[in-house]
């Protein structure tokens, strides 16, 4: 994956084999891309790298996350649950999603349409930030790592494969994601993992 923010904007994410190549998602919405990254910029937040996306921060709280897949790109905000959607334009990465938490884009276009409703959003979610608000803790059958919940947050196949392992495939993740004691661990363990969990494996197989 890559580590440069340029390298995404000009070669993509580094994920598949499409990378740095005509086919790659990001050339077929770079200028809508491109307005996003704008958008964030003008919305004063802090542009990073993370999981090979540009990813947004402010006040040390990941804000949103830019991505681009063959059919559509987006803009997805963490702490979902938080979002008051008074438009009702954001959409659930998938059916086992939680929290509706994206703008999805089908056209370059789209962008410059939305421009003032996703200043808002960003801004809605740059106060919660702030003033350190965050959202009430779910329940889950199983104690899921931070790092596991932001990653799938960034990543809705990789969210989606996790949601359709079995609870015990489920289980042999967490329980080896929390044998780690450092986050950047649990964070190289998850990189790792990502083409088992795609699989349907569980952390133990082969």
């Known amino acids: 994956m ?6 995404y904007f000009t070669k993509g994410c580094g994920r598949c084999d499409r ?8 050339k077929q919405w770079a200028s809508g891309l491109a307005k996003l990254r704008r958008i964030c910029h003008q919305s004063g937040l802090t542009e ?15 804000i949103v996350i830019i991505g681009a897949l063959r059919h559509d790109f987006r803009l997805s905000f963490f702490n979902a649950a938080l979002m008051q959607d008074p438009e009702g334009v954001l959409e659930k990465q998938g059916p086992n999603t939680r929290h509706a938490d994206m703008f999805r884009f089908k056209a ?35 104690d899921l790592p ?10 809705p196949e990789l969210a989606e494969a996790f ?3 079995t609870p015990g495939r489920q289980k042999s993740y967490v329980i080896n994601l929390n044998s780690a004691k450092k986050s950047a661990t649990r964070i190289a363990r998850i990189t790792k993992f990502r083409s088992k969990i795609i699989a349907g494996k569980g952390a133990t197989e082969r």
């Open 146 to 155: 931070d790092e596991l919940v932001e990653a799938m947050d960034a990543d």
């Open 19 to 26: 990378f740095n190549t005509a086919d790659c998602s990001t």
């Open 2 to 7: 890559i580590t440069n923010i340029e390298d």
């Open 108 to 142: 370059n276009e789209q962008v410059n349409q939305l421009e003032p409703i996703l200043k808002s959003y960003i801004q809605e979610a740059i106060s919660y930030a702030e003033a350190g608000i965050k959202p009430p803790k779910e329940v889950y059958d199983l």
């Open 48 to 62: 990073t790298v993370k999981w090979g996306h540009p990813c947004y921060m402010h006040s040390g709280r990941n």
């Open 163 to 165: 949601h359709d392992l």
